[in-house]
């Protein structure tokens, strides 16, 4: 809508190998028909377009080219009917004149009206309306964040003008609330109402009950399904203890059917200037792009509002034949400036930026893939101490398995040819270091009497033209040649049916099938003789030689009801590996954290400060019924007790939401950081559509610190056509101390207008 010329539209570093899974960009295409205009289907008994008015009424009297009916009148044609006490009706002029509780009824855009007195003209398809009232069926868009009602729009003034494609309502209000008593009306002299195009009201109040909130000189609203129209943003105004009295503008330009760009302007009375831009588009068919940019101009000396950039990018194209490319672009100044400025706790403790971009085409069983990509992980909010992994470019060609000729056996292979580069505080190789993998694989299946064995033989040749001798770089070559053997064992699942318990809710009669699923997988690969000289850019540069055989067992309760409906209850999965060579082929150092692609696959928590026999025992425990359970923890018997300990529980009843978890870690020397215990909980009560109260908290808590880190609560109201939230958060991480206060006030199937955006909502 448009408001006074405004517009309201609605961790550790982890090694990484690039495989293209990006998701596409939305992008809107419009092909065929206007997808604004609705589609009714014709009436059977109305007449056909072209055709003459149909008329009918208790008495008619005719009077040369005059029809006079009296007594339940009626005129109808193919896309409208005038109903009245009495109409005096001109058959050669087409104009009607109507009096008496007056109904017309448009069936090409729905509209109903009521008035006291109409003049009307069936073939101009114009009129006038005197003392009217009418509804106009909403356009509901059902997006997150929108408050929503199946209410029609109700409007009523002195006197309505229909013209071909629009309506003049003079004097009058529009709202969509239950009349007679609505939450909201817009008041103004004319409104100018194109149906499902757009509403215009100039010189108009908005009123709360009777209660005026503000006036605009010009107030728009559109009624397209898919709305685009240059103007001005909602202005708003809020309040933070860290950054001071916030003003916020912005401006929404159309540019095109294809192109559109948002500009909104911050400003921070202790912080400075903030600028976000947005701008989107659709080249063509196949190729669009989204760019978002953020930053602040920090006109402040406190060091707690740091200047800084935020930059995001995705787009897509469809290259023709099989030809694709995508790419996605995240760039961030410094850790310091997302921690002070983001509205997002996930992101202000995520510490890690990913880009990359591709081109790509798979056919049959083979894929080709040509990347670039930068990764950084920021090691604390201090400047320039982060560590940057770059691809420009690495070549990819990939062959999922495929059968062997007629054989019972499959071939796979994984081969890349890349440019890395890394580049961290005190560490910097040089812009190009090349890198050649070649990994082929064979492998069989064979089955007896439940038994699954599946093994395989694979090659990986790794070859770098540089190395690391006595921690500095090198331009020494670095060439492994490693044979890995593997060999998957299933054995026979073992299974039992019960009865199911009542603590279960299952329901009477309802049965559960306990399984056991026991596995053994042996591994062997020997060949990679310089595993410390190797530089780590991402995983394929952390395999090393192993001698170990991985335990893994699952137990089921799958759960049939009366109905036949199966469905897996709980579920408890255990991993264990013993390591027949605890020095891992002498890549081991004793001391220090080592990690290696034995021991990443198991758990991300490290363990391996040495030589050792024996992994931690993962376990992941599920359970999934009237109730929802997950624990996932790390016991390792080598220093004995628990390494880390995850647990969330949530429970849904009728309109009461309630989850809580729990994320221990133990103090490991092998972390940059001490252990942790945070702690984080939500309750709600209601949603966002809900008519009524609804109530929602959410909170993190550092147990270790004794911090309540994030927190924020919120209290809705809904009435049928309108609702009011108010909303208090509470930042305490790092360098910032914060304390925000929010409200937004919605007005169904149009916007809201406030400082508490959609995305910050608890509901």
């Known amino acids: 809508m448009v408001v006074a010329g405004y517009l309201t539209p609605g961790t550790k570093l982890a090694a990484q190998t690039y495989r293209p899974t990006l998701p596409p960009p939305e992008i809107s295409v419009q092909p065929g028909p206007n997808p604004n205009l609705a589609i009714r289907p014709p009436r059977p008994t109305a007449p056909g377009p072209g055709e003459v008015a149909k008329t009918s009424a208790d008495q008619q009297e005719l009077d040369g080219t005059w029809a006079h009916l009296r007594g339940n009148a009626r005129i109808e044609t193919a896309d409208s009917l005038l109903t009245a006490d009495e109409i005096d009706y ?148 809020g309040n933070s203890s860290l950054r001071g009295k916030t003003v916020g503008f912005g401006y929404f330009w159309a540019i095109n059917r294809s192109y559109d760009l948002t500009y909104r302007g911050l400003f921070y009375s202790q912080a400075g200037v903030g600028h976000q831009a947005d701008f989107r588009g659709a080249v063509n068919q196949n190729t669009g792009f989204d760019i978002s940019l953020y930053g602040i101009a920090s006109g402040s000396t406190n060091s707690n509002s740091p200047s800084g950039l935020v930059l995001s990018a995705e787009g897509k194209s469809e290259l023709g034949k099989g030809w694709q490319a995508r790419g996605e672009l995240r760039y961030l100044s410094s850790f310091a400036f997302r921690q002070q400025f983001t509205q997002s706790f996930d992101e202000a403790v995520s510490s890690e930026t990913h880009s990359v971009g591709f081109v790509t085409r798979h056919w049959s069983d083979f894929g080709f893939n040509l990347v670039a990509q930068r990764n950084v992980n920021f090691q604390t909010a201090d400047p320039n101490d982060q560590i940057v992994l770059r691809k420009l470019p690495e070549v990819q060609f990939i062959t999922r398995e495929h059968p062997l000729g007629k054989l019972p056996v499959w071939i796979s292979l994984d081969s890349s040819y890349g440019l890395e580069r890394r580049s961290q505080l005190l560490f910097q190789t040089r812009q190009f270091v090349q890198r050649v993998d070649f990994a082929p694989r064979i492998m069989t299946a064979l089955h007896w009497r439940g038994f699954d064995l599946a093994p395989s033989f694979g090659v990986h040749e790794i070859a770098y033209d540089s190395s690391i001798n006595n921690n500095h770089v090198t331009g020494d070559n670095v060439q492994n040649f490693a044979r890995d053997v593997s060999v998957d064992l299933s054995l026979p699942a073992l299974s039992r049916i019960f009865d199911s318990p009542k603590w279960m809710g299952r329901g009477k009669g309802a049965r559960v099938k306990h399984v056991i699923e026991p596995r053994a997988t042996y591994r062997y690969v020997n060949g990679i003789e310089d595993f410390n000289r190797v530089i780590r850019f991402d995983d394929t540069d952390i395999l090393s030689n192993t001698h170990e055989v991985e335990f893994s067992v699952t137990n089921r309760l799958l759960s049939k009801d009366s109905n036949g409906n199966v469905s897996e209850v709980l579920s408890w999965q255990l991993w264990y590996k013993r390591y027949l060579d605890p020095t891992f082929g002498g890549a081991v150092i004793p001391g220090q954290r080592n990690v290696l692609e034995s021991t990443v696959d198991l758990t991300g928590i490290p363990f391996l400060d040495g030589p050792r026999h024996q992994s931690p025992v993962v376990s992941v425990l599920r359970y999934q019924s009237n109730l929802n359970l997950e624990w996932r923890s790390d016991y390792d018997p080598v220093r004995g007790g628990l390494i880390d300990s995850g647990a969330s529980v949530d429970r849904r009843i009728k309109q009461l939401f309630v989850s809580v978890g729990d994320y221990l870690l133990k103090s490991n020397p092998l972390l940059a950081a001490p252990g942790s215990n945070q702690l984080r909980g939500q309750i709600t009560y209601g949603g966002d559509n809900r008519r009524g109260w609804n109530y929602g908290f959410s909170a993190f808590y550092d147990n270790r610190l004794g911090v309540l880190q994030f927190a924020q609560s919120q209290i809705t109201y809904n009435s049928d056509c309108c609702g009011f939230s108010v909303q208090y958060r509470r930042f305490s991480f790092g360098t910032r101390n914060e304390n925000q206060f929010r409200v937004a006030f919605a007005v169904s199937n149009i916007g809201s207008v406030g400082t508490l955006r959609k995305q910050d909502r608890i509901f």
């Open 90 to 237: 001109n058959r050669e002029t087409h104009q009607a004149e109507a009096r008496g509780k007056v109904r017309f009824e448009s069936f090409t855009h729905g509209e109903k009206l009521s008035c006291d007195r109409a003049e009307y003209n069936t073939e101009s398809r114009t009129g006038k309306f005197y003392k009217v009232s009418g509804t106009s069926p909403a356009r509901v868009e059902a997006r997150r964040g929108l408050l929503t009602t199946q209410n029609p729009f109700y409007f009523s003034g002195e006197w309505a003008e229909k013209l071909e494609d629009r309506y003049i309502l003079h004097d009058g209000f529009l709202t969509d609330c239950l009349i007679p008593n609505p939450w909201w009306r817009l008041k103004a002299p004319t409104f100018d109402v194109i149906p499902e195009d757009r509403a215009i009201a100039r010189s108009s109040w908005f009123y709360v009950k009777e209660v005026p909130i503000f006036y605009t000189p010009v107030f728009y609203k559109s009624l397209q399904k898919q709305p685009r129209r240059s103007g001005f943003l909602t202005p708003n105004v």
